[in-house]
C-alpha cells in the first residue's frame, strides 16, 4: 500500500527555515515522480516543486532560488529546504506521488499524504 506522510511544518518568522520531510512506504522515491504541493483555506491547491519521470526538478516561480526540493532514496524520503520564508508561504503542504511517466509533474499525482501546516509570521 502506497503511503504517504509528511512532517516539519510548524511556526517560523519572516525569513527564517524550515525543512520539511515526507515518509514514503509502498513504494521507492526513486521510481516515482514526486513532489510538494500546497493550499491555503478557500484557495486552490498549487504545485510548489516537484521531480519528473526524468529525475528533473521544477519549482513554482514564487518559491525559486529560495525552496530546494530532494530525495534521500536509501531512507525512502522526500524533502524539502525552504528558506528566507514569507508570509505569502503559509499554507498546509502537502507531498504526493505518481508511478505515471510524467514529464510535468505539477499535474498528474495519484498519491497523496496529509498535509503539514506551515505558518510564517511577518
Known amino acids: 500500500e502506497v503511503q504517504l506522510q509528511a512532517s516539519g511544518g510548524g511556526l517560523v518568522q519572516a525569513g527564517g527555515s524550515l525543512t520539511l520531510s515526507c515518509e514514503a512506504s509502498?513504494?521507492?522515491?526513486?521510481?516515482?515522480?514526486i513532489g510538494w504541493f500546497r493550499q491555503v483555506p478557500g484557495k486552490e491547491r498549487e504545485g510548489v516543486s516537484c521531480?519528473?519521470?526524468?529525475?528533473?526538478?521544477y519549482y513554482a516561480d514564487s518559491v525559486k532560488g529560495r525552496f530546494d526540493i530532494s530525495t534521500d532514496n536509501a531512507k525512502n524520503t522526500l524533502s524539502l529546504q525552504m528558506n528566507s520564508l514569507e508570509p505569502e508561504d503559509t499554507a498546509v503542504y502537502y507531498c504526493?506521488?505518481?508511478?505515471?511517466?510524467?514529464?510535468?509533474?505539477?499535474?498528474?499525482?495519484?498519491?497523496w499524504g496529509r498535509g503539514t501546516l506551515v505558518t510564517v509570521s511577518s
Open positions: 521531480i519528473n519521470s526524468h529525475r528533473a526538478a
Open positions: 509502498g513504494f521507492s522515491v526513486a521510481d516515482y515522480a
Open positions: 504526493a506521488a505518481t508511478p505515471k511517466y510524467i514529464s510535468w509533474c505539477f499535474l498528474g499525482m495519484n498519491y
